[in-house]
């Protein structure tokens, strides 16, 4: 069989909510390039606000299963320009640490996070998701995914 006849079907035997089948008919692609919603914008802008560390957690929690539910994936955290002045130029986000760090210019960022430091930098992007895989997503002020 040549490469170009070859294809994989999938079937669903159970049966799911109409919203649902969308949902899993759509290419993984798609759904992981899917715009992010403002939820999700002001829940990663509340992380970084100084919470405890319970509020932190849940709110860190809710973001990994929003994620998981609407795009199939869930970064292990997410890094951005820091407003919180000098020294700090930059910070990330670590969903499964629950770890807020802010960063100086000359502080070394920890891998995968450190690749998403320039383009944090670049002012472009409201955050970018970092992803296990070492994938970045960078996201724009609409919630739109740049892929």
């Known amino acids: 069989m040549e490469f170009a006849q070859r294809r994989r079907v999938e079937t ?7 919203t649902q089948d969308r949902q899993l008919q759509r290419p993984p692609n798609q759904a992981a390039r899917a715009p992010r919603h403002a939820g999700i914008f002001e829940a990663v802008h509340r992380i970084d606000a100084g919470l405890d ?9 809710w973001i990994r299963d929003e994620y998981q539910s609407q795009f199939g994936d869930v970064p292990l955290g997410f890094f951005a320009r820091c407003h919180l002045g000098p020294p700090y130029v930059d910070h990330r986000l670590d969903l499964w640490q629950n770890i807020v760090e ?7 960022v920890p891998e995968p996070f450190a690749r998403a ?6 002012g472009s992007y409201d955050f970018i ?10 996201v724009l002020n609409d919630g739109s995914v740049v892929a």
């Open 102 to 108: 802010h960063y100086a210019p000359g502080d070394t």
């Open 117 to 122: 430091r320039m383009l944090a930098r670049t």
């Open 129 to 138: 998701e970092v992803y296990a895989s070492g994938e970045l997503k960078p």
């Open 12 to 18: 669903r035997l159970d049966a799911g909510t109409p």
């Open 53 to 61: 560390e319970a509020t932190r957690a849940q709110l860190a929690q």
